[in-house]
């Protein structure tokens, strides 16, 4: 059992992935920037609402029952940064898309949510309709990994940077600007600060650790 001090180490954990992406979300789109009739809001709005957006990819990125798209000790927040990115190019994180409001949330009129996923009057595989999209982000973002691991697995033999062709286009394609922006808008991102390993831990009933112990000092010049 955590004491106080392991409990506020697991809460910064994930409190600092939340904010690693927001910053993301902030320098690639502004908040409270947006003259769209349904999307204006204040920059502190926007901000609390980013959040909210960050936190609903985090449960997907980093949920331990799905393998993300991306290997490494990092890879759950390269997957989370490829859901960001991806949310970016389809609709700027922007309020009306988010929330559902208005007619211009839709995009051609049939796609939902801030991924745009083309769901029409119908369902998402999961059994999910355009109001389950826009009133659970979580749904949202879920919809668009599954979406996203399909591109990935049908485009295996395309240059990496085109395995979001099938996402962007509806077919592999080589040499995709549209895969290569998505996916080169999230690549090029700060790394993340923390592991997978230590981000899993922090979830409840994650294998808890507790707080890293302050290192000796160092001897020598270690740059």
């Not at 077919?171 to 895969?179: E, G, L, N, P, V």
């Not at 922090?202 to 000796?216: L, N």
Request: proline content about 6%.
């Amino acid at each position: 059992m955590l004491d106080a001090e392991g409990d506020q180490y697991l809460t910064y954990v994930m409190e600092s992935i939340i904010a690693w992406a927001v910053s993301i979300m902030i320098t690639w789109a502004p908040p409270g920037t947006s003259h769209i009739k349904d999307a204006i809001e204040t920059p502190e709005d926007g901000r609390a609402r980013y959040h909210e957006i960050a936190r609903a990819a985090a449960k997907v990125a980093y949920d331990p029952e799905l393998k993300p798209v991306f290997g490494g000790p990092r890879g759950r927040a390269e997957t989370m940064a490829l859901l960001l990115s991806i949310a970016y190019f389809e609709s700027g994180y922007r309020r009306d898309v988010d929330l559902g409001l208005g007619k211009l949330a839709r995009g051609s009129g049939v796609d939902s949510c801030l991924l745009q996923i083309r769901v029409g009057a119908g369902k998402t595989r999961e059994g999910w309709s355009h109001d389950d999209l826009v009133s659970d982000r979580e749904k949202c973002f879920r919809a668009g990994f599954a979406l996203i691991r399909k591109s990935f697995g049908a485009c295996r033999k395309q240059d990496a940077r085109d395995r979001l062709s099938a996402y962007t286009r509806g077919r592999c394609i080589a040499d995709d600007k549209h895969s290569r922006a998505r996916m080169g808008r999230a690549q090029n991102v700060r790394r993340a600060p923390m592991t997978d390993d230590a981000v899993l831990a922090s979830m409840p009933g994650g294998k808890a650790k507790p707080p890293p112990q302050a290192a000796p000092p160092a001897v020598g010049n270690d740059s």
